[in-house]
C-alpha cells in the first residue's frame, strides 16, 4: 500500500512532532496559566499543514509527537499522553475536511486552531466529569480553559503565515502552498 505522503512529507511532519516535544520538553513552563501548552502544539501543527498541504497531515503529527513524548517520557500521564497530542491534531484535521480551501490561510490558521483547542479543552472536560466533578464545574473549567488555550491558540496561529510565507521565499517548500486571498 503506498503512502499518501511522499519522503520529505514525511520528514517534515516528523521534524515538526519531534521539535514540538523537543520544544515542549526543554521550556518546561510553569505559568500558572491553562492553557499555554496550545502555543507550540498550533505553531507546529499548522506549520506542518502549511508545509506539506495535505488532510492527514496534522493527526500524523499529532499521534507521532504523542509516541515520541511517550518514549522521551515527556510531561505527565503516560499512555495517555498519546491523546493529549493526538486529540486536538485529529480534530484540527477533521475540520481542514470541511473547510478547505474556504478562507485565506490567515482565517483558515485562526479556525483550526480555535477548533484545536476545543478538542484539548474537552479532553480536560470529560475527564473532570469522569473524576466525579460536578458538571457545573466542569463546564466552567472548561470555558475558563478554552479561553486561556484559544489566546495562546490563536496567537501561534497568527505567526504561522509568515513563517509560511519565509520558508516559501526561500524555496523550502516543494509545493505552493501559499495562497493567501
Not at 83 to 110: T, V
Amino acid at each position: 500500500m503506498k503512502s499518501p505522503f511522499d519522503l520529505q512529507d514525511a520528514l517534515f511532519i516528523g521534524f515538526c512532532a519531534t521539535l514540538l516535544v523537543v520544544l515542549k520538553s526543554m521550556l518546561r513552563l510553569k505559568l500558572g496559566l491553562s492553557g499555554h501548552s496550545m502555543f507550540l502544539m498550533t505553531f507546529f501543527y499548522l506549520i506542518c499543514y502549511g508545509a506539506v498541504g495535505r488532510v492527514g497531515c496534522i493527526t500524523a503529527c499529532g499521534l507521532l509527537a504523542g509516541l515520541i513524548a511517550m518514549m522521551l517520557s515527556v510531561g505527565k500521564g503516560g499512555p495517555m499522553i498519546l491523546l493529549k497530542f493526538g486529540l486536538p491534531a485529529m480534530a484540527m484535521d477533521l475540520a481542514l475536511l470541511f473547510m478547505a480551501g474556504m478562507f485565506s490561510l490567515r482565517w483558515r490558521s485562526i479556525i483550526l486552531a480555535l477548533v484545536g483547542c476545543l478538542a484539548w479543552a474537552g479532553k480536560g472536560w470529560i475527564g473532570n466529569l469522569l473524576v466525579g466533578m460536578s458538571g457545573q464545574v466542569a463546564l466552567a473549567k472548561f470555558g475558563l480553559s478554552f479561553i486561556q488555550g484559544g489566546a495562546f491558540a490563536i496567537a501561534a496561529a497568527l505567526l504561522v503565515p509568515p513563517v509560511l510565507k519565509r520558508l516559501h521565499a526561500h524555496d523550502l517548500l516543494h509545493r505552493g502552498q501559499i495562497e493567501d486571498k
